[in-house]
């Protein structure tokens, strides 16, 4: 039987901030259909690690590689392929629902036959769609970011604490959709807090 092939690839991954090392010799290799869960305690490096593998920080050692090519070799090729939603949503106060949803498609990839009514309506803020982003709760402004996993076709998705502020409804959605995700192929990096019920995909948990 064929080896799967590895899609991403972290080698001796090393973070540090403020000159104090987070972690030391994360070393771990993805296939097409897996989740990583990401665990650990607050300041462990969590969010710096899923920013690292978004390319937004630089500063490591180690190597990360997507498809067997360092992933800044090719930075702008890899970012087309990858989807972060990050600890804190990306939502532009200044723009409504709809503006902030239709922002996000215009900067990546929209999926073939993408449908922003439909997917609003199954995040749960279609009735918020003119509602100005400052106005929306913590688990709105969440809702609104994970509109992005329906309507952006990405392989990669980095997920921080995507289950944040959300009701058993919406969790159990995005679940739904990490698990769909998964077994069209896609590779799924997340951290949470809470217990995540993904055990119907190959799951690898670290710990740092």
């Known amino acids: 039987m064929q080896k799967p092939t590895e899609l991403l690839t972290l080698k001796q991954l090393q973070c540090s901030r403020q000159d104090n090392i987070l972690f030391t010799n994360l070393s771990v290799a993805l296939t097409a259909g897996t989740v990583l869960l990401v ?16 390319g937004l920080i630089r500063d490591y050692q180690g190597e990360i590689f997507w498809r067997q090519q360092c992933i800044h070799a090719k930075i702008s090729d890899y970012s087309s392929e990858r989807l972060h939603i990050g600890h804190t949503p990306g939502i532009k106060d200044g ?4 503006e902030n949803i239709k922002l996000s498609l215009s900067l990546g990839r929209a999926k073939q036959h993408s449908d922003i009514q439909r997917t609003m309506q199954s995040l749960g803020v ?16 969440r809702r609104v970011a994970l509109t992005r996993l329906e309507l952006l076709d990405a392989k990669l998705w980095l997920l921080d604490e995507p289950f944040a502020a959300l009701d058993s409804v919406a969790i159990k959605t995005i679940e739904t959709l990490i698990l769909q995700h998964a077994q069209h192929g896609g590779i799924v990096v997340l951290t949470s807090h809470q217990a995540v019920n993904l055990t119907q995909t190959k799951m690898i948990r670290v710990k740092l």
């Open 39 to 54: 665990e650990g305690a607050n300041g462990s490096g969590k969010t710096t690690l899923l920013k690292t593998l978004a």
């Open 126 to 141: 279609e009735h918020l769609q003119h509602k100005p982003a400052k106005q929306l709760s913590a688990g709105q402004r």
């Open 95 to 98: 723009l409504t629902v709809i």
